[in-house]
C-alpha cells in the first residue's frame, strides 16, 4: 500500500482486510522513505493498493510528489497489477483508463478478492514454467511427453496444472497414459487419470488401448489399476484380440481370472477363429478354461 501518513487510519483499515483475506500486505508512506526504498518495495511487490495524491491535483511539496510519480510510473509501467484508490474516481478512472479505480473500502475488498483468484492462477502458471524449465524441458507439449517418459511426476503435474491435455501424444501417436503404462509407472498413471486421462484412448502405433498395453507390458498392478477404473475390457487389437486373450497368452493367470470377473467378453473370437477358453485350453491354464466354459 503506497500513500502519505495522512492516510494511516485507512491503511490500517485495509491492512485488517487483508489479513482476514489472507493477503500479506505491506504500508509504505512516501512521508519518510527515501526513492531507493521505494524502489526496493516496488520490486518486490505483486499488487500495489496506491493512493495518488498528485494525479487527484492535490499540491504537495515537491519531493513527495517525485515519488508519487516515481510509484506511478513504475506501477503504470506494469510491473505488477494496481489498484488506484481515491474518492475522486470518475476524474482517476478518466485519467488513467483502464487501471483499476476504486472509491471504497467494500470495492477494495472486491477488488483484492478478484485479483486474488488471478495471482493465485498466474503464481501456478509461473511456479510450473519455473520448475519445467529447471528441470530442462520445454514448456510444451513435447515437454510433457518427455516428462511421462522419464517418469518425473512433479513436471508432470505442474504441466497438467496449468492446462495441458492428458491426451497429448508423442511423434509416434502415443497418448500420455499408454507411455506411463508401457513404463509400469503406477504413480503417473495415476496422476493422469486424476485430471481425466482416457481410459480408452488408442495408440496408433500399435492400435492398442492402454489396458491391452499394460497386459502386453506385463504390468500386474498398472492392469489392475485400469480395470478397476472401468477401463474398456473387450478393446481389439489388429489380430483380434482382447486383452484377455492377451493375458492368456503371457500366461498371467490372475489377471487372466481379474479379467473374467470383471465382464470380459469371453466369446469373442480372434482372427485365427480362437476364443479365450480356446487359448486357456491351448496353454493349459485348466482351471481358467474351466471357470471360462462354466460361464458359457
Known sequence: MLGREKHRNIFITVGRIMQLE?????????DNCTEMQLVKSLRNADLFLFFPDCLSGNKSEDGLCMLETVAAGYVLAKKG???????????LSEILGAEPVVGSIGETIGYFRRERKVFE???VFHNARRLISESSLSFSSRGLVEAVEYGM?????????????TETENDEGV???????????????????SYGAS????????????????VTAMKTEVAELLIDAGADLNFKNRNGQTSLVVAIGARMEKLADLLVDKGADITVKDSLGMTAADYA??????????????KL
Not at 199 to 214: E, F, G, K, Q, V
Open 22 to 30: 489472507k493477503v500479506k500486505s505491506e504500508k509504505l508512506y512516501f
Open 81 to 91: 497489477r494496481v489498484l488506484i484508490f481515491s474518492q475522486e474516481k470518475k476524474m
Open 121 to 123: 492462477s498466474n503464481k
Open 153 to 165: 511426476y512433479r513436471e508432470v503435474q505442474a504441466f497438467l496444472k496449468v492446462g495441458f491435455s
Open 175 to 193: 497418448p500420455l497414459l499408454s507411455l506411463a503404462v508401457r513404463n509400469g509407472d503406477l504413480e503417473i498413471c495415476r496422476l493422469l487419470m
Open 199 to 214: 481410459l480408452n484412448l488408442i495408440a496408433r502405433d500399435r492400435c492398442t488401448s492402454p489396458i491391452m498395453d499394460a
Open 281 to 294: 485350453k491351448l496353454f493349459s491354464l485348466k482351471e481358467l478354461q474351466q471357470k471360462i466354459e462354466a
